[in-house]
């Protein structure tokens, strides 16, 4: 239903937002051009993140499982595309 695809949309976001923090605090001040795109990208995320949630996103009950399993799912992703 909606709460779920609005909740998919969150709890996948909130993990490309923490990954794209993770890659800001790694960048040096001499890569300023990239970390201008990754700020953008981030906000972008959270942008769409808070959408999701004034929409009707929850993760209380049994949705709190699915949001594990989605977060997960999307940490995984990440991993293995950064090996590739």
């Known amino acids: ?3 779920a695809a609005m ?3 969150a709890s996948v ?3 490309i937002e923490s990954h794209y923090e993770k890659q800001l605090e790694k960048i040096g001040t001499d890569e300023k051009e990239l ?3 990754i700020e ?3 906000k972008d995320e959270t942008a769409h993140k808070n959408i999701a949630y004034d929409l009707g996103a929850t993760n209380k009950g049994i949705y ?3 949001n594990k399993i989605i977060k997960t799912g999307s940490r995984i992703a990440i991993n293995i595309s ?3």
């Open 1 to 3: 239903g909606k709460k």
């Open 7 to 9: 909740l998919c949309t």
């Open 13 to 15: 976001e909130e993990v």
């Open 35 to 37: 970390k201008n795109k």
């Open 40 to 42: 953008k990208f981030k």
């Open 64 to 66: 709190s499982l699915m």
């Open 82 to 84: 950064e090996k590739i």
